[in-house]
């Protein structure tokens, strides 16, 4: 089977191309149970015969995509990664709506982060329990601060005396790029301070517990706030740069009844490229040597490297 760190980006790319399959979402409850028993009966020696590879693949497929891997419990579906294109795309259509007015703007960058911050919990290293306070202080932060953001870029652009009407259009059209990109990070870091704080369980190779390292949580929160930053790059700024030449066609130009259509097209396609690249630029279960640990942590085991459940 596969092997838990993936190495290399391609093998990471092929891997969360299967974590990200929508398909994912329609597996029946029976077909979830099956698939983690024919995984169970491989870990134990006991497959009865004529199971394939093929099928193996599959189940684990349906497994790593349904359950969280440090609980084994399910993620609710839309704040499965499977879920995140589907029941994404139409906010991304609504960030970059053109001629926003204030109310708006609150509302799609306080949508955005609401649905965020529910799949960074939902997808957090979850080998310490966390109350549901922190999740209410983490989710208000990460919303006051992206709506914040926002607004402020947004007036800081129609104050620009410098822009003409056109020019200040385009300009807004990339004002939710930044100001996602920065509140995404705070939105991880509010979202999942509790790791900082009680640290997260580092393994062996042989996945026996180490122990709990705060040092290990910084990386986790660190890579999956460099995976925010580089998210909303193709989902936030190729739109506005293809919709500014497509509204230019004839076509459009004689039916703006089809500019949103097109709009919501071209942010799924732009969703489902940038999704993939992004969380497979670290490995979920990524790797660190224990020189780099605490010390107790080095003391604790004779192995060179240990390995942490990142989130995604």
Request: aromatic share 8%; hydrophobic share 45%; with cysteine.
């Amino acid at each position: 089977m596969e092997p838990e760190i993936q190495t290399s980006f391609y093998g990471r790319f092929r891997h969360f191309l299967d974590i990200i399959d929508p398909r994912t979402l329609f597996v029946t409850e029976r077909r979830l149970r099956e698939a983690v028993q024919l995984l169970e009966d491989y870990k134990h020696g006991t497959l009865r015969p004529g199971v394939t590879n093929e099928q193996l693949w599959g189940a684990q497929k349906i497994k790593q995509a349904i359950l969280h891997p440090d609980t084994n419990e399910k993620i609710f579906m839309p704040f499965r990664m499977s879920g995140y294109i589907p029941f994404g795309t139409p906010i991304v259509v609504g960030l970059l709506l053109p001629n926003q007015t204030l109310a708006s703007t609150v509302f799609w960058q306080w949508l955005n982060q609401s649905h965020n911050a529910c799949v960074n919990y939902a997808n957090r290293n979850a080998t310490k329990p966390s109350p549901a306070s922190k999740f209410i202080q983490g989710y208000l932060g990460a919303v006051i601060s992206a709506v914040s953001i926002a607004v402020g870029l947004n007036v800081l652009v129609q104050k620009a005396n410098k822009f003409t009407p056109a020019t200040r259009l385009l300009v807004q059209r990339f004002v939710p790029f930044p100001a996602v990109a920065s509140a995404n990070i705070c939105n991880v870091v509010l979202m999942r301070y509790g790791e900082l704080e009680e640290g997260i369980d580092v393994l062996d190779a042989d996945g026996n517990l180490v122990g709990s390292s705060k040092i290990a949580a910084r990386h986790a929160l660190l890579e999956t706030a460099l995976t925010r930053v580089v998210l909303p790059m193709p989902i936030l700024v190729l739109p506005p740069i293809v919709m500014s030449m497509l509204e230019k066609t004839a076509l459009l130009q004689a039916r703006p009844r089809l500019l949103l259509p097109v709009q919501s097209l071209v942010c799924l396609a732009a969703f489902g490229l940038a999704l993939p690249l992004a969380i497979s630029l670290f490995p979920q279960m990524s790797e660190i040597e224990t020189s780099q640990l605490e010390p107790e942590i080095a003391r604790a085991t004779s192995s060179r490297t240990v390995v942490y459940n990142k989130g995604l």
